[in-house]
C-alpha cells in the first residue's frame, strides 16, 4: 500500500499543561511535547488494538529512530490541549506517526512526528529488542473505512 | 480552628501511569508520585476558587516546605487512577495538604503529604517570594458543609 | 549490628539544577530532589561495589517503601550541588538511606530520606520482585574504618 | 557572514545515563535527549560568556522554534556521555545550535538540533518575550580562532 493512498484514523490523547510541564520562562518546557507525543502513541495503539498491558507482556516495543517538534505557539499552565495521531507511512519494520497538539480553543500549539521500529525483546523485558514485520492485519487497523 | 474540628471536602485529580512514568524495572518512577501530588494540588486550588492562571497572573504561589510519600503498591503502565487530595491542616501561612494515589480497582497505590506556604511573589514571576495570611475566606473555600 | 553502633561512609553525588529543573517560580521544581536521590543511592551503591550495569545485569532492585524531604532553602538553575548519601539504618530486607543536598557555598538546600527493599527481579527485568538478606558483607562495605 | 565560512567552537556537557532516564524497555527514554539538548545549549552559553543566571537576571531567554533527534544507538544506565554542541547557523534574531551525544567510548549515540529565538522578556520573567537582535560581538564569542 503506497502512502498515498492510505487514509490513516486519527488517535485523540487529552492532556494539561501542568506547572510541572513549564519552566522558568512559564512556558511549557519543550521535551514535554514529545513525553506527550509518546503517551500518544502508546494511547494510539492501545485503541486500536493494542493496549499496553498486553504490549508489554508480550515482549512488544516501538523504540524510536527519530523525532522532532515545530513549535507553534506557546502553551501555559492550565491549558488543556489534545494531541491527534496519524500514521503518515508504514515501512516493512517500521513507521511514521505524525501528532498535532491543539489547544482547547483550537490553536495548534506543535506539529511533529515520530519513527518508529515495530519491535520485539528477545528475551524479556530488558533483552535486546528486534524489528517485526508489520502485517496487512496490523495496518488495517489504523485504516479508515 | 482546631485541626480535629475541620473537614476538608476532597479533591480528585485523575492520571495515568503512563510508559514515559515507569522505569526500568516496569514499575512508576516513585517521584511521579510527587508530580501528581503537585498537579493535585494545583487542580485542588483550582476547584476550589484558585484556576492556576488566576493564581500566576496574581503572583501567588505555594512553596514547599516538605514532602513525604508511602508506596503501598507498585503501579505499572497502563494503570488509571485517581489522586485525592485534602486539607490536613491550617497554619497562619502555611497548610498541610494529604493525598492518597488509588487505582480504578480501588486498590491504594500511594499515600503522602505536602507542607506548603501559602506565599506572593513580591515582585512578579521569579522574584522572592513571602507568606500571605490565610484568611478564614479561603478555609471556607475548602469546607465541607 | 545496632543502628547506633553503626557508622556510614558518605556518599557523594554532584549536581547542578539545571533550566529543565526548575518551575514557573523560577526554582526547582521539588520532585527533582527526588530524582536526585534516588541518582544518588544508585551513585552510592556503584561506589560500594554494585555498579548499575551489574546490578541490572543480576536482576537486583531497590523499590521505594517511603520518601520524604524537608526543603530548607530554594535551589536556582546554575546552582552546583552535592547530595551527600549515608545508610542510616539496616533491616533485614530493607534499609534506610539519607541524603543531604548542600549547595557549592555550604548552604544546605534540602535533607531527606529513602526507605528502599534489598530486592531482586524473580525472573528477569519486568517480573515480580522479593526482598533479599542484608548480608554482613554487603553491610561492611558501607562501613567506615 | 555565511554559514559556509563560520567555524563554530565546541561546547561540551557531561551527563550519565541515570536510572530515572530509562523506561520500562531498559533504555534511555528518549525525551531525556532533548533535556540534555537544552542543558547542553544553556551550558555552551554560559561559557561563552552568557551564564545563565546572568542570562535569567537580565530576562534573556532562547525559545525554541523546532527540535529534531535521530537516535543512533541505545543508551542504558550507568553509560557516560557528552553532548557536543555547536552553532550551526546565526539567522538574524535565531540561531540553529546542533548536538551530537557521544558515549565515553566513542559511541555515537543520538545527534539533533535545536532552532531557537534570541529574545527577551519584555516586563521580567513569565511575561511575553520578543526576539532580539544577535550582534557581531555575540556570534564572535562563538567563533574559533
Do not use: N
Request: charged share 20%; aromatic share 12%.
Amino acid at each position: 500500500m503506497d502512502a498515498a493512498a492510505f487514509h490513516s484514523i486519527t488517535g485523540v490523547f487529552r492532556c494539561e499543561v501542568h506547572w510541572s510541564d513549564c519552566d522558568p520562562a512559564g512556558i511549557i518546557f519543550y521535551p514535554t511535547y514529545f513525553r506527550w507525543f509518546d503517551s500518544a502513541t502508546w494511547a494510539f495503539f492501545g485503541a486500536a488494538g493494542f493496549p499496553i498491558k498486553t504490549m508489554i507482556e508480550t515482549g512488544m516495543v516501538m523504540p524510536l529512530v527519530g523525532a522532532d517538534c515545530e513549535f507553534v505557539a506557546p502553551a501555559e499552565p492550565g491549558d488543556h490541549c489534545e494531541v491527534r495521531s496519524r500514521i503518515l507511512r508504514w515501512g516493512t519494520k517500521s513507521f511514521v506517526i505524525t501528532h498535532e497538539v491543539v489547544r482547547a480553543d483550537g490553536t495548534l500549539l506543535a506539529r511533529g512526528s515520530e519513527r518508529r521500529v515495530w519491535g520485539r525483546h528477545l528475551a524479556g523485558p530488558g533483552s535486546p529488542m528486534k524489528g517485526q514485520l508489520i502485517t496487512e492485519e496490523l495496518k488495517a487497523r489504523f485504516r479508515s473505512a
